[in-house]
Structures are given as structure tokens and as C-alpha cells.
Nanobody
């Protein structure tokens, strides 16, 4: 049974940092390209960064470029999202999701289009709240 579990969310002041983790089990982790998404109350789900199976390719939405870093440790079946210079508008539920053997170009296109469909597995999310 596949499980995807996010952790690391919390309440942080504006300008602060957080690191989110996403651990997957029940699957061969390096067979999956990964994405982080977020959804604020009353807003559409937004794909923020994506990363290839090896971790060699990443892509960031403009809203987080330069502030967030996605990475993965395939030996630990874990995906990370390091977030710096956090703003109140970063407040959202953050989710990770996995897509089996998705090519880099497909992930980038989906991120640019704001397309969050077609992912194979999702976690239940971790809440990030940024106070002003």
C-alpha cells in the first residue's frame, strides 16, 4: 500500500524559513517525479516546484522562484521543500504528489499551466501559516 506523508508545517513569522518533508512508502521512490503543491483557502491549487526522478532537474513557479528549493533523497524515499523569506501569501496547505516516470518537460508544462491533474499519489498535506 502506497503512503505519502508530509511533515514540517507550522506557524512562522513573515521573513522566516521552514523545511517541509514528504516521505513515501510502498513504491519505488526513484521511479517517480515529484511535485509540491499548495492550496490557500478559497484559492485554486497551485503547483510550486517539481523535480525529476534523479533530482537533476527542477522547475519553480514564479511565485516561489529564488525563495524555495526542492530536493530529494532517494535513499531515504524523501522529498524536501526548503522555504525562505516566507510571506503571508505563502500561507496554505502544502501537498506533495508523485507521478510515475514523468518526463521533465511534462512536469514543467504542467507547472506552467497550473495543471495538478494526473498525479498518481498524493499526501494529505501539511499546513503552513505565515504571520505578518
Amino acid at each position: 500500500q502506497v503512503q505519502v506523508v508530509e511533515s514540517g508545517g507550522g506557524l512562522v513569522q513573515s521573513g522566516g524559513s521552514l523545511r517541509l518533508s514528504c516521505t513515501a512508502s510502498g513504491l519505488t521512490f526513484d521511479d517517480y517525479a515529484m511535485r509540491w503543491f499548495r492550496q490557500a483557502p478559497g484559492k485554486e491549487r497551485e503547483g510550486v516546484p517539481c523535480i525529476t526522478r534523479s533530482g537533476g532537474g527542477t522547475y519553480y513557479a514564479d511565485s516561489v522562484k529564488g525563495r524555495f528549493t526542492i530536493s530529494r533523497d532517494n535513499a531515504k524515499n524523501t522529498l524536501y521543500l526548503q522555504m525562505h523569506s516566507l510571506k503571508p501569501e505563502d500561507t496554505a496547505m502544502y501537498y506533495c504528489a508523485a507521478k510515475f516516470r514523468a518526463p521533465y518537460a511534462v512536469m514543467v508544462t504542467a507547472t506552467k499551466r497550473g495543471d495538478y491533474s494526473g498525479m498518481d499519489y498524493w499526501g494529505k498535506g501539511t499546513l503552513v501559516t505565515i504571520s505578518s
